[in-house]
């Protein structure tokens, strides 16, 4: 019976770890989203320390920075083939999507810091901000889920976790630009932003969750059964 060398141990070690870097990753970003929206519209909001915040995002950019290394230098000494290119290119863009998730929880965050000591908003708004966070988490849920399972299904799921996230943000812009706004420009602009940036969140974790499809589950040329 042929023993695989070490070398190949070593490869095939490298592989399983991508997914679980991925999925720390993608856990921190949820992390992150939920203290972030505890920041904006939360019992202290205007008042929380969001230092924490900023430094789980540097730690992410960092963190995905240093697998994108380890992706490449498999590219580059190991000329994977089929099954093992797929994920090792898939993880390169899952990795991105990923860290522009931490970015834009990193702004939510930000509109926090801009109007401290005061609330970002005013206390009526917290409960749908409170909301869109929420629903982000649960996104995240769901795209670390799929990330650690080989059920083709999973992707999907993400896709459908978007769906209350974009209709959210769409009432959140009608809102804000009907006549009868109550709350002023500064919590209209402020609101129109945070909304974007946890739509844009739910983007790209959509973006990430097609990527898997195409590693897991692809069709017999070879792309994805989801749109990339």
């Not at 095939?12 to 921190?28: D, G």
């Not at 505890?38 to 969001?50: E, F, H, K, N, Q």
């Not at 929420?134 to 799929?146: D, F, S």
Request: hydrophobic share 45%.
């Amino acid at each position: 019976m042929d023993v695989p060398s070490p070398h190949r141990f070593a490869y095939t070690e490298a592989l399983e770890r991508i997914r679980v870097v991925l999925s720390e990753l993608a856990s921190e970003t949820r992390q992150m989203v939920t203290d972030a929206t505890t920041a904006v519209a939360g019992p202290s909001a205007g008042r929380t320390d969001t230092a924490p915040i900023h430094a789980a995002g540097k730690r992410i950019r960092d963190r995905s920075d240093a697998l994108d290394d380890d992706l490449v230098m498999l590219l580059t000494l190991e000329a994977p083939v089929a099954g093992d290119l797929r994920l090792i290119v898939g993880a390169l863009r899952i990795a991105a999507a990923i860290e522009r998730m931490a970015g834009l929880a990193d702004h939510i965050a930000a509109v926090a810091d801009r109007r401290a000591p005061a609330p970002a908003l005013p206390a009526p708004l917290h409960p749908t901000i409170t909301h869109l966070g929420e629903l982000c988490a649960h996104l995240v849920t769901q795209l670390v889920t799929a990330i650690n399972s080989d059920d083709p299904s999973a992707p999907q799921r993400v896709e459908d976790a978007d769906d209350p996230i974009d209709e959210t943000h769409r009432s959140l812009l009608a809102t804000v630009t009907s006549p009868d706004w109550p709350h002023g420009i500064e919590a209209a602009i402020d609101l129109a932003l945070l909304s974007r940036f946890y739509e844009r969140f739910g983007d790209q974790a959509v973006t990430a969750a097609r990527q898997l499809a195409r590693i897991d589950n692809p069709t017999p040329d070879g792309t994805s059964p989801m749109p990339v």
